[in-house]
């Protein structure tokens, strides 16, 4: 397909050049729910870890999401990194632009590093943009838009990727907080209150944030850091990145108003090859 003259420009224009100082205020940002007057959330809240390019397992566990909500509302935050290095981004991106089929439920996609490498690869950045998002599976990714490893180019890739894809991923917010949660990809800086939180850091952040507790009031939901042994529950912060392309189990985390978090998870199995 061919995009409209400028289309690719003002993508470009669109991300910063500095995102040292960007802030949660200043953007597509924390986008507050209904909580009850205890601060408790509301309704039931998923959190779903990195699902890069497994639709195969993203729709195993939309299944489980459902069947555990029963008649509640569920809202579904997933924690980005929706694409690369699994077989399926194309697909992925596909059932969550269709969003939830249950009448009340809502899906919430956050931004991760890894779709921001798409981003900026696609949106031409830079030569090196586009390599290093060769190298952390964009190759897989382009693959999925039925482009071969001869044919990876940004011309290529600008042609294949339909714009809406590209739209819904610069669309993606960096933050989500329900009741006393705050769902994002990374995590936080442990040293900076909320509002000095960068899009930056909340995209790409390891340590200091998985050292220690950070003194924010909130429970930190997050992806980004796999651990392959099941999700992790450490003081402030849930992690559920269980490296569903390598392992073949994606988790989501279930918050219910007054209860302990519980997890859902798909059955592992082998990742397909090239994955």
Same mark, same amino acid.
């Given at each position: 397909?061919?995009?409209?003259?400028?289309? #690719? !420009?003002?993508?470009?224009?669109?991300?910063? &050049?500095?995102? +040292?100082?960007?802030?949660?205020?200043?953007?597509?940002?924390?986008?507050?729910?209904?909580?009850?007057?205890?601060?408790?959330?509301?309704?039931?809240?998923?959190?779903?870890?990195?699902?890069? *390019?497994?639709?195969?397992?993203?729709?195993?566990?939309?299944? %489980?999401?459902?069947?555990?909500?029963?008649?509640?509302?569920?809202?579904?935050? #997933?924690?980005?990194?929706?694409?690369?290095?699994?077989? =399926?981004? %194309?697909?992925?991106?596909? /059932? @969550?632009? !269709?969003?939830?089929?249950?009448?009340?439920?809502?899906?919430? $996609?956050?931004?991760?590093?890894?779709?921001?490498?798409? @981003?900026?690869?696609?949106? *031409?950045?830079?030569?090196?943009?586009?390599? %290093?998002?060769?190298?952390?599976?964009?190759? !897989?990714? @382009?693959?999925?838009?039925?482009?071969? /490893?001869?044919?990876? +180019?940004? $011309?290529? =890739? %600008?042609?294949?990727?339909?714009?809406?894809?590209?739209?819904?991923?610069?669309?993606?917010? #960096?933050?989500?907080?329900?009741?006393?949660?705050?769902?994002?990809?990374?995590?936080?800086?442990?040293?900076?209150?909320?509002?000095?939180?960068?899009?930056?850091?909340?995209?790409?952040?390891?340590?200091?944030?998985?050292?220690?507790?950070? @003194?924010?009031?909130?429970?930190?939901?997050?992806?980004?850091?796999?651990?392959? *042994?099941?999700?992790?529950?450490?003081?402030?912060?849930?992690?559920?990145?269980?490296? =569903?392309?390598?392992?073949?189990?994606?988790?989501?985390?279930?918050?219910?108003?007054?209860? &302990?978090?519980?997890?859902?998870?798909?059955?592992?199995?082998?990742?397909?090859?090239?994955?």
């Amino acid at each position: 397909m061919r995009f409209a003259p400028g289309f #690719f !420009e003002a993508v470009a224009g669109w991300m910063r &050049t500095d995102e +040292s100082e960007a802030t949660l205020s200043d953007r597509r940002n924390l986008k507050p729910v209904a909580a009850s007057q205890s601060g408790q959330i509301a309704a039931v809240h998923y959190g779903v870890g990195d699902i890069h *390019g497994m639709r195969r397992l993203l729709d195993d566990l939309i299944v %489980r999401i459902e069947a555990d909500a029963g008649e509640c509302p569920a809202v579904v935050v #997933f924690l980005g990194d929706l694409v690369n290095r699994g077989p =399926a981004s %194309r697909q992925v991106l596909e /059932r @969550l632009i !269709e969003g939830p089929q249950r009448r009340g439920d809502t899906w919430v $996609s956050l931004r991760g590093n890894h779709d921001q490498l798409m @981003l900026d690869a696609v949106a *031409g950045k830079s030569e090196a943009a586009f390599r %290093r998002w060769m190298q952390k599976g964009g190759l !897989e990714t @382009l693959a999925s838009y039925g482009l071969s /490893r001869k044919e990876a +180019s940004v $011309s290529r =890739a %600008r042609r294949a990727i339909p714009s809406h894809h590209l739209a819904f991923l610069d669309g993606l917010p #960096f933050s989500y907080r329900a009741g006393d949660h705050l769902f994002v990809h990374a995590g936080v800086d442990p040293r900076r209150p909320l509002d000095r939180q960068s899009e930056e850091t909340m995209m790409n952040i390891r340590e200091p944030f998985l050292r220690g507790a950070h @003194l924010l009031p909130f429970t930190v939901v997050h992806g980004h850091v796999p651990s392959i *042994g099941g999700p992790v529950v450490a003081p402030r912060r849930i992690g559920v990145d269980t490296g =569903a392309y390598a392992s073949g189990v994606l988790t989501a985390v279930a918050l219910r108003a007054g209860r &302990t978090p519980r997890f859902l998870a798909t059955a592992g199995e082998p990742a397909p090859a090239g994955g």
